[in-house]
């Protein structure tokens, strides 16, 4: 599991983020939630969940997962100086894909690469 958390982390970039522009290198984390959360999902299974960030304009989201044990990982929290309050919504798989699809595929590219050489 911590190599999989440092291949994550390592790979994140502004190419990988869900709002390139938004993405700074001082807070990597920021924006990742999205393609993190897909990336995750595809090595570890589990569900996406994503919640609505209460009190910001534009309203934002943020995404994580949860397993079928319950256990939820939220590699992207450390984004956030104070954790904000979240409420879960429904967004169809198919809005996902379409927002964070092509990031997703590109970290998870660098992630396996990673661990492949990691795993030499």
Known sequence: ?????RAIRSSWSAETSDH????????PARMQCGTTAFVLRDL??????VA????TDPQEHHSWNRFPSGFEMDLTRD???EPPELLECEIPEETLVELFGA?????????LELLATTNR
């Not at 599991?1 to 958390?5: G, K, R, V």
């Not at 390139?20 to 807070?27: E, S």
Request: charged share 25%.
């Open 103 to 111: 990031q997703a595929d590109l970290l998870r590219s660098r992630v």
């Open 79 to 81: 984004q956030f100086l």
């Open 20 to 27: 390139p522009d938004h993405w700074r290198p001082d807070n």
């Open 52 to 55: 609505q960030t209460v009190g």
């Open 44 to 49: 570890l299974g589990g569900d996406i969940v």
């Open 1 to 5: 599991m911590h190599a999989i958390e």
